[in-house]
Protein backbone atom coordinates (compact mmCIF):
# COMPACT_ATOMS: atom_id res chain seq x y z
CA UNK A 1 0.00 0.00 0.00
CA UNK A 2 2.84 2.32 0.46
CA UNK A 3 4.55 3.54 -3.15
CA UNK A 4 7.47 1.21 -3.83
CA UNK A 5 7.58 -0.08 -0.19
CA UNK A 6 7.53 -3.83 1.17
CA UNK A 7 7.24 -4.36 4.63
CA UNK A 8 8.25 -7.91 5.89
CA UNK A 9 8.23 -8.79 10.06
CA UNK A 10 11.64 -9.40 11.04
CA UNK A 11 11.60 -13.52 12.89
CA UNK A 12 12.05 -12.57 16.66
CA UNK A 13 11.81 -16.18 18.86
CA UNK A 14 11.24 -19.59 17.82
CA UNK A 15 7.84 -20.82 18.84
CA UNK A 16 6.16 -17.46 18.97
CA UNK A 17 3.17 -16.68 16.32
CA UNK A 18 3.68 -13.91 13.25
CA UNK A 19 2.11 -11.33 14.04
CA UNK A 20 2.70 -7.97 15.87
CA UNK A 21 2.91 -7.27 19.38
CA UNK A 22 5.36 -5.39 21.99
CA UNK A 23 8.81 -6.19 20.81
CA UNK A 24 7.94 -7.33 17.46
CA UNK A 25 10.39 -5.63 14.73
CA UNK A 26 9.50 -5.37 10.68
CA UNK A 27 11.56 -3.83 7.99
CA UNK A 28 9.73 -1.22 5.47
CA UNK A 29 12.29 -1.74 2.44
CA UNK A 30 11.96 0.94 -0.58
CA UNK A 31 13.44 0.72 -4.07
CA UNK A 32 13.67 3.19 -5.82
CA UNK A 33 15.55 2.03 -8.98
CA UNK A 34 18.88 0.83 -8.15
CA UNK A 35 18.70 2.67 -4.24
CA UNK A 36 17.41 0.14 -1.58
CA UNK A 37 16.30 1.88 1.97
CA UNK A 38 15.49 0.02 4.93
CA UNK A 39 13.41 1.43 7.70
CA UNK A 40 13.69 -0.91 10.86
CA UNK A 41 11.38 -0.44 13.15
CA UNK A 42 10.09 -1.58 16.51
CA UNK A 43 6.68 -2.22 18.42
CA UNK A 44 7.30 -0.42 21.55
CA UNK A 45 3.72 -0.24 22.53
CA UNK A 46 0.84 -2.61 21.24
CA UNK A 47 -2.63 -1.89 22.60
CA UNK A 48 -5.31 -2.82 19.84
CA UNK A 49 -7.28 -1.48 18.40
CA UNK A 50 -6.73 1.45 20.65
CA UNK A 51 -2.88 2.46 20.93
CA UNK A 52 0.42 1.58 18.86
CA UNK A 53 3.78 3.03 19.64
CA UNK A 54 6.48 2.01 16.82
CA UNK A 55 10.37 3.07 17.49
CA UNK A 56 12.44 3.33 14.02
CA UNK A 57 15.64 1.61 15.13
CA UNK A 58 17.69 0.74 11.71
CA UNK A 59 20.73 2.50 10.69
CA UNK A 60 19.13 5.12 9.02
CA UNK A 61 15.89 6.06 10.10
CA UNK A 62 15.53 6.92 13.68
CA UNK A 63 12.01 8.73 15.06
CA UNK A 64 8.69 6.85 16.66
CA UNK A 65 5.33 6.59 15.23
CA UNK A 66 2.51 6.27 17.88
CA UNK A 67 -1.13 5.83 16.49
CA UNK A 68 -4.27 6.34 18.81
CA UNK A 69 -7.66 5.18 17.81
CA UNK A 70 -10.46 6.15 19.41
CA UNK A 71 -14.41 6.79 19.34
CA UNK A 72 -16.28 9.70 18.25
CA UNK A 73 -19.91 10.54 17.73
CA UNK A 74 -20.90 6.96 16.27
CA UNK A 75 -17.66 6.72 14.37
CA UNK A 76 -13.53 6.78 14.80
CA UNK A 77 -10.74 9.55 14.85
CA UNK A 78 -7.50 8.07 14.26
CA UNK A 79 -4.74 10.29 16.06
CA UNK A 80 -0.72 9.96 14.24
CA UNK A 81 2.36 11.58 15.53
CA UNK A 82 5.32 11.16 13.71
CA UNK A 83 9.00 11.93 14.69
CA UNK A 84 11.97 11.23 12.41
CA UNK A 85 15.23 11.67 11.59
CA UNK A 86 18.40 10.51 9.33
CA UNK A 87 20.86 9.28 11.13
CA UNK A 88 24.09 11.42 9.91
CA UNK A 89 22.63 14.04 7.87
CA UNK A 90 21.78 17.38 10.13
CA UNK A 91 17.57 18.04 11.64
CA UNK A 92 17.34 20.42 8.92
CA UNK A 93 17.27 18.24 6.25
CA UNK A 94 14.72 15.93 7.98
CA UNK A 95 12.64 18.96 8.15
CA UNK A 96 13.10 20.18 4.68
CA UNK A 97 11.40 16.56 3.83
CA UNK A 98 8.41 17.58 5.91
CA UNK A 99 6.10 18.32 3.02
CA UNK A 100 7.10 14.85 1.19
CA UNK A 101 6.51 12.83 3.70
CA UNK A 102 3.22 14.32 4.53
CA UNK A 103 2.05 14.15 1.48
CA UNK A 104 3.27 10.32 1.07
CA UNK A 105 1.08 9.73 4.59
CA UNK A 106 -1.54 11.61 3.96
CA UNK A 107 -2.51 9.79 0.40
CA UNK A 108 -1.58 6.65 2.43
CA UNK A 109 -3.46 6.55 5.20
CA UNK A 110 -6.56 8.14 2.89
CA UNK A 111 -6.53 5.14 0.74
CA UNK A 112 -6.35 3.00 3.93
CA UNK A 113 -9.47 5.23 5.94
CA UNK A 114 -11.04 5.34 2.64
CA UNK A 115 -11.36 9.43 3.30
CA UNK A 116 -10.71 12.27 1.02
CA UNK A 117 -8.10 13.41 3.64
CA UNK A 118 -7.00 12.83 7.28
CA UNK A 119 -7.97 15.69 9.83
CA UNK A 120 -4.80 17.90 10.48
Known sequence: MIPFTTVTLVPTEVGHESGLRE???????THL???TIDDVMRVDR???PAEARIVKVGRVF???ITVRLSDVDGGSRL???QTYSVHGLPDIVAWLAVPLVRAGYVRTLSRIIG??????
Not at 115 to 120: D, F, H, T, V
Request: no cysteine; glycine share 20%.
Open 33 to 35: GPL
Open 79 to 81: DWH
Open 62 to 64: GGT
Open 115 to 120: SQEPAG
Open 23 to 29: GSRFDAR
Open 46 to 48: WDP
